[in-house]
T-cell receptor, first 112, second 113 residues
Framework: ETGVTQSPTHLIKTRGQQVTLRCSSQ?????VSWYQQALGQGPQFIFQ???????GRGNFPPRFSGLQFPNYSSELNVNALELDDSALYLC???????????FGSGTRLTVV | QKEVEQDPGPLSVPEGAIVSLNCTYS??????FMWYRQYSRKGPELLMY????GNKEDGRFTAQVDKSSKYISLFIRDSQPSDSATYLC?????????????FGQGTELSVKP
């Protein structure tokens, strides 16, 4: 059984650019969530997908968007990057239970 | 006011000490209460979860929930240097509020040999 894998592990982008982060869910998990974790803070909920449909969204602007694919892998897209978007982006998958999320190691995004 | 408040520390203790980590929350609709451990450059790892008020024990770890006071705790007995990490409390919103996890800020713990 594999865990949650995220790619890339690190990324440096310039302000105004666009970025796509990828996540492979744990085997058997049909729900995926994305979180943003700024340095020294707890993770903040961005959105969640269940069976390819968004079913929850946090307080993030529309330039944060996502997709979930039939194999339950997922993407997080961020347009018009801002300096404050610099953070660790975490993907978490679950088979449906809110206490059963497995997190990936994250993608560290730096916007310069 | 944040929905979940957690003292960020840092907290430094000698090996073998009992560690107490705490969070308070404001939303009485929260359903599950979780503790995650996060090592540097890694994602959070679920340590324990509870649903109701009371205590739940797993080895050296005890999770305590007091819903009347909106207060949760994690106790670590016989702390080890390998316990050095950031500990995050998290709570799950009910499905009609998005079912998301809401995290505290995290407490950085250092256990000195």
């Amino acid at each position: 059984e594999t865990g949650v894998t995220q790619s890339p592990t690190h990324l440096i982008k310039t302000r105004g650019q666009q970025v796509t982060l990828r996540c492979s869910s744990q085997s058997g998990h049909n729900t995926v969530s994305w979180y943003q974790q700024a340095l020294g803070q707890g993770p903040q909920f961005i959105f969640q997908y269940y069976r390819e449909e968004e079913n929850g969204r946090g307080n993030f602007p529309p330039r944060f968007s996502g997709l979930q694919f039939p194999n339950y892998s997922s993407e997080l897209n961020v347009n018009a990057l801002e300096l404050d978007d610099s953070a660790l982006y975490l993907c978490a998958s679950s088979s449906g239970q809110t206490y059963g999320y497995t997190f990936g190691s994250g993608t560290r995004l730096t916007v310069v | 006011q944040k929905e979940v408040e957690q003292d960020p520390g840092p907290l430094s203790v000698p090996e073998g000490a009992i560690v107490s980590l705490n969070c308070t929350y404001s939303n009485s609709a929260f359903q599950y209460f979780m503790w995650y451990r996060q090592y540097s450059r890694k994602g959070p790892e679920l340590l324990m979860y509870t649903y109701s008020s009371g205590n739940k024990e797993d080895g050296r770890f005890t999770a305590q929930v007091d819903k009347s006071s909106k207060y949760i705790s994690l106790f670590i007995r016989d702390s080890q240097p390998s316990d050095s990490a950031t500990y995050l409390c998290a709570m799950s919103a009910p499905y009609n509020q998005g079912g998301k996890l809401i995290f505290g800020q995290g407490t950085e713990l250092s256990v000195k040999p």
